[in-house]
T-cell receptor, first 114, second 113 residues
Framework: EADIYQTPRYLVIGTGKKITLECSQT?????MYWYQQDPGMELHLIHY???????EKGDLSSESTVSRIRTEHFPLTLESARPSHTSQYLCASSEYKGQGGGYTFGSGTRLTVV | AQSVAQPEDQVNVAEGNPLTVKCTYSVSGNPYLFWYVQYPNRGLQFLLK??????LVKGSYGFEAEFNKSQTSFHLKKPSALVSDSALYFCAGFSGGYNKLIFGAGTRLAVHP
């Protein structure tokens, strides 16, 4: 079973609302990632972190922001949701490359902005 | 530039037949290569990885993958497909000092009864 948890699983919210997608992992991984994925489509990296107080933007520009105050927690926030933000958001964490580098994914949050 | 390519958007196979999902890579140094599977409305699940050693890697659910350095490929295979294998499959890799996995665009596998 995965040791990385995302809440909520599904969220329908109105335009203009502020939302935070939660992601927590219990594996002690320093590296964490957020991906955006439209249904059945490729993954787009939007944010990543290599440890506490470290955050970087990914390959796909996103209006979301992230924070990493604790190793186990990597929340993603949208200050003002728009219909274009409708998508699935996947959180992942990883071992160091020297440990094999494998990623573990959460189950995702499917966001719908109406 | 480092890249991972999955040349097929979709693969169709009859139940009981062997299946192959193709992946090629372009990375510097020794590649670390992975296969993940995604079922509907779920995150990605790890299937198998190649770091070093035998070119044939065995993974979960009867899947295996063959690393071919000369062809820069890492194709996913299974001797006998099941309908329950129908899902989206992602190949991924990194190498050298590159710190993030590069994912292919995904291949949808459809296994028909």
């Amino acid at each position: 079973e995965a040791d990385i948890y995302q809440t909520p699983r599904y969220l329908v919210i109105g335009t203009g609302k502020k939302i935070t997608l939660e992601c927590s992992q219990t594996m002690g991984h320093d590296k964490m990632y957020w991906y955006q994925q439209d249904p059945g489509m490729e993954l787009h990296l939007i944010h990543y972190s290599y440890g506490v107080n470290s955050t970087e933007k990914g390959d796909l520009s996103s209006e979301s922001t992230v924070s990493r105050i604790r190793t186990e927690h990597f929340p993603l926030t949208l200050e003002s949701a728009r219909p274009s933000h409708t998508s699935q958001y996947l959180c992942a964490s990883s071992e160091y490359k020297g440990q094999g580098g494998g990623y573990t994914f959460g189950s995702g949050t499917r966001l719908t902005v109406v | 530039a480092q890249s991972v390519a999955q040349p097929e958007d979709q693969v169709n196979v009859a139940e009981g037949n062997p299946l192959t999902v193709k992946c090629t890579y372009s990375v510097s140094g020794n590649p670390y290569l992975f296969w993940y599977v995604q079922y509907p409305n779920r995150g990605l699940q790890f299937l198998l990885k190649y770091i070093t050693g035998d070119n044939l890697v065995k993974g979960s659910y009867g899947f295996e993958a063959e690393f071919n350095k000369s062809q820069t490929s890492f194709h996913l295979k299974k001797p006998s497909a099941l309908v329950s294998d129908s899902a989206l499959y992602f190949c991924a890799g990194f190498s050298g000092g590159y710190n993030k996995l590069i994912f292919g665009a995904g291949t949808r596998l459809a296994v028909h009864p």
